[in-house]
């Protein structure tokens, strides 16, 4: 059963860019707020962020893409972005 269970496996796939291109395909944009940042110890940077949507509060947090990382002062907490999100799943949510 092992073996059968092994071979009927779909291939690995990468959840966070199939949910990155589900949202650039089908969500809505909002503002949004960085409330804080942490630099990783392999070098990489977090941002955490909120947005609100229909009086609801929502935090999130994001793995910054290399080409975001070229200007960090878009991403310093206090600073302003836009947020996609799933009009569906309203706490699904990406970076603009």
């Not at 959840?15 to 110890?41: C, P, Q, V, W, Y």
Request: charged content about 25%; glycine content about 8%.
């Amino acid at each position: 059963m092992g073996l059968f269970n092994f071979l009927k496996r779909k291939p690995s796939v990468d959840l966070h860019a199939e949910r990155r291109r589900f949202l650039l395909a089908n969500g809505r944009i909002t503002d949004g707020r960085i409330i804080d940042s942490e630099t990783l110890s392999n070098g990489s940077e977090v941002v955490f962020y909120t947005y609100s949507l229909n009086g609801v509060d929502f935090e999130s947090s994001e793995l910054l893409l290399p080409e975001q990382l070229t200007d960090p002062l878009r991403y310093a907490p206090g600073a302003k972005v836009g947020v996609r999100y799933d009009p569906k799943n309203q706490g699904n949510s990406m970076l603009v």
